[in-house]
């Protein structure tokens, strides 16, 4: 007997229906902070339900060529794993490599002027424990493209440990970049 189910029906007991996109900072901030307490291990919510929204969104994103495709590739960076790692789930995880190869074959080729980006030198597992200071700085438009976070505001800096990846690529430039998010969904599928 087969289960007619979708990955996505299996999570919907928990959730009754979609969240909607975050569409101010504000949301953005809220929506980074669960994601990190995912990361951490003591996301309270429907995790993988929250994983499979985020690859649902990052699915419509790059397909419309969205402002918000760097929010929702990095954000599945970060909590992507749980679906293959945590908590094993063969559909899920299909469902969010699916999404990271639609990033990858949408902005892949695209060209762009930077000598290098963070996706070149990807950080360690410990870095991305920081990884929600770039989310941060990406969900506040506020910062334009050339500032970098202001390491005054303890809050939006990485820790002095992983500070040293994070030197000299905290702009939204950077980050934003096509090839950067390409770069970082095929490292996330390898």
């Not at 929250?50 to 690859?55: D, P, S, Y």
């Not at 074959?105 to 290098?116: I, K, N, P, Y």
């Not at 920081?130 to 800096?157: C, G, I, Y």
């Amino acid at each position: 007997m087969t289960n007619g189910h979708t990955v996505e029906d299996r999570y919907d007991d928990d959730e009754p229906s979609p969240t909607p996109a975050p569409t101010n900072p504000a949301e953005w901030d809220g929506l980074i902070g669960e994601w990190d307490e995912m990361r951490h291990g003591y996301y309270l919510g429907n995790a993988p339900g929250t994983v499979l929204e985020c690859a649902k969104n990052l699915e419509a994103s790059v397909a419309a060529g969205g402002p918000d495709t760097a929010l929702w590739t990095l954000g599945m960076v970060l909590i992507g794993p749980y679906v293959i790692h945590a908590r094993p789930d063969a559909a899920a995880e299909a469902r969010v490599l699916e999404a990271m190869a639609a990033v990858e074959r949408a902005l892949g080729q695209t060209s762009c002027g930077h000598e290098a980006h963070p996706c070149d030198d990807m950080p360690l597992d410990a870095e991305l424990d920081n990884f929600r200071h770039v989310l941060k700085m990406l969900a506040h438009p506020e910062r334009d493209a050339t500032s970098q976070a202001d390491p005054a505001d303890e809050e939006d800096w990485p820790d002095e440990m992983a500070q040293s990846w994070y030197d000299g690529r905290m702009t939204r430039e950077t980050w934003a970049c096509p090839r950067n998010l390409a770069g970082f969904a095929r490292a996330f599928s390898d």
